[in-house]
């Protein structure tokens, strides 16, 4: 067994770390205990180490390692460093001032600071760097400096000196890293940078349509109403007949749907089809529930008809049901007043013009003042200073019988309601000047993203 703690052992950190233990053992087995000023020949950058042997005997290989080493950094540790032993042992041995051993034993060096600086990880790491290559009575420059420059020939001085402030040059620029960072640099790849601006996530935002859609509904929830919905898929009774279209009736030519295939077998009055407005719902509503009744219903309706910029077969109503005893017109034109203030603006004025529906008698048309012009009149309002916005009236008697079937109270005699529905999307393409209905159903995000 050979007793390493005998064996001296020629040094050159760069390299040791390179080569690490296995080359330790080649030598040892090659050179033995003998002369460590021998030629390593097969490396040019070698430089002989030479050796104070109570310096440089290293007891065992891991003690040799951990001596040469700081965490890997290949700088001796710093008690090593402060310790005496630094001294010639770390000072190469130039064989010769000739330009070309000049260059290679700088060379070397640099290669060295190099490997080194790299490794600099926090701000101690560069001090100690800075002490090992710096330091004032024990740097390696200012040693390797004077041992060098001592016996130079004066030849030789100029290109020396030129090669140390070359070095010194490379040192300080090292020492110029930010050590915040050489913080983040020793940050494992996969490390998290807390510092790095984060990723916003893109948030969902409302449709134009249904932030309208909720904003009529609020304004009918602060005068007590409540919200119901329906089915989309609706028989013809609730979506014609019960609503006092009677079958063949010409008014039922203004609302013409889909239709599901196949029904022929069944009665009319049982036979699916879109919904063409969101009126059933009323139906439904009181089929259910005796007066007295306040609810506003928004939904999604379908009609046959050719889109254009202001039609879609697709749009949306929020309709409007009130049934109590003594329900009158004024009450009718009052809600409708103010929740066209409360939608548009207080300045904005209505008016009531008659129509016809064949569920309410006497029926009306809704205008309100123009919220282009203020009602001088624009282009927007073709002149006129308003602008049509619903439909309305008190409910028609013959619609009460339909659901007097079902729930008795609702006896034409002895209560009244009125009702109103309004195209959603007309109101949206108002309130955010939208001048293309089709634009709401693009799915675009280019548009929708003006909403969020
Ligand atoms: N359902 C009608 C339509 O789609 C709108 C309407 C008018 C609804 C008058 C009503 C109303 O409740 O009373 O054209």
Redesign the pocket.
Known sequence: MVDDSAIPVRVNVARLQLIGVMHLQRQRRNHGSQNCQQHNQDSQSFLHVPIEPHSQTFPNRALALSQLSSRGLGIPALSHLSSNAMSSSQIPVLESYGPEHLETAFHALQADVARQAAELRTSEDREQFRLYWLGRKQGRLKLISDAWLKNAPAEARRSLGQHFNQLKQQIEQALEVDPANLAASSAPADAIDITLPGIRPTLGAEHPLIRTMHEIVRVFEHMGYSVGVGPEVETDYYNFEALNFPPNHPARDT?DTLVVANQQQKPLRDRLLLR????PV?IRTMERKPPPIRIVIPGK?HRNDAADATHSPIFH?V???CVDENITFSDLKGTLDHAMKELFGSNVRTRFFPSF?P??EP?ADVQISCIFCGGKGCRKCKHSGWIELL???MVNPAVFEFVRGRQPAYDPKKISGF???MGVDRIAMMKYGISDIGLLYSGDMRFLEQFA
């Open positions: 609302q063409t407005h969101t009126s009323q309706v109503q309709e409007g049901l529906f569920f309410t029926s439909g309305c009236g009702a109103f529905g």
